[in-house]
């Protein structure tokens, strides 16, 4: 059983904030997302990321 580690910071994951350690790098992330959401046209999401492969 391996230990999963927080994205943000790569400390251990809090159960209580999985997959993050702490809520901070829940929100972090949850920022992150938004801004990239942010940049995006606006229209509806394409089936398949091409960068995904
Ligand atoms: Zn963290």
Redesign the pocket.
């Known amino acids: 059983m391996s230990t999963t580690k927080?994205p943000?910071?790569?400390?251990e994951t809090e159960h209580a904030f999985r997959p993050?350690?702490?809520k901070?790098?829940a929100d972090l992330d949850l920022g992150k997302w938004f801004n990239e959401e942010y940049h995006l046209p606006g229209d509806s999401p394409a089936l398949g990321d091409p960068e995904e492969q």
């Not at 943000?8 to 400390?11: A, E, P, V």
């Open positions: 927080c943000q910071c790569s400390k993050f350690c702490s901070r790098c």
